[in-house]
């Protein structure tokens, strides 16, 4: 070989072994939206690429906001729907995959579900997907209201029931009966159906105070999925909601399904409230 080309083939290998150390030699995995690089390219773009691939992973696996406050992290929601926050904090859905915002429904502030459209003309693959937005918010408020406690709270002043269960006073302004209470309850559940509120909360002349987190919780519980539409009326729509649960880490079987009814009750002006409903954790 002449002296010339094998100074050149010389550099080609350092080219070739530099490159292999910058890309590793075996690839990066992306998720199934990202093309994946060549391990043996010998283009400095496939560097660049590289790069730009890792920050878009990391953007789409970034937990997206939410318009109602985070829900404990065990319940994990596993719907076909991503959740947009516009600038006034409401949510819209959009469909999975398909990169148009579809503007059919929306919390309202108080975390109930609203529409934009009439809900009667809807297919019932939206009323499902309305159905689990107003699931979850029924779910993160009732864990707040029947398992920890919404308001502010004076530790130092209780009351105790006939169990010795301690209530604490609840300090928040305008908060002073359990009718107040109820009044926030109802903002994302209807008053069609009885609450518990009553074995969480206690009057005592002009204060009301709150258990706040004496009810155990299941530690099974993994997620919630909202299967189908069962039957609906004129002002109601009733869904089966299927529960998931995992006891395999606590020395039982395994996983394992429990179905439920849960039901959104349409008001006169058009909003879902949360009627039938069970706190499944």
Known sequence: MKGKDMKRTTALIAAAVLLCGMTGCKGKSTDSSTADT????????ASENTDSTEEGTAEATAPAES?????????????????????KGSTTTTAAGSGEEKAVFEYNSDGAVSF????????????????QALFRSACETDWSF??????ELDMNKYLENQFGWKFYLVTTPGRNSIADVEKDYYKVFSDRYPTALSEVFMEDGSHVYALNGERGINNYYQYSQITEITSRTKDEVFFNVRNYYDDSAYGGPGPYEQDEEFSAVIGS???WKAGKFRLPY
């Open 38 to 45: 060549p391990a043996d390219t010998t283009s400095a773009a």
């Open 67 to 87: 318009g109602t406050k985070e829900a404990d992290s065990s319940t994990a929601d596993t719907s076909d729907t991503k959740k947009a926050k516009d600038d």
């Open 116 to 131: 934009n459209e009439p809900a009667e003309e809807q297919s019932d693959d939206e009323l499902i997907e309305a159905g």
């Open 146 to 151: 029947t398992v920890g406690s919404p308001y």
């Open 269 to 271: 002006d058009g909003v």
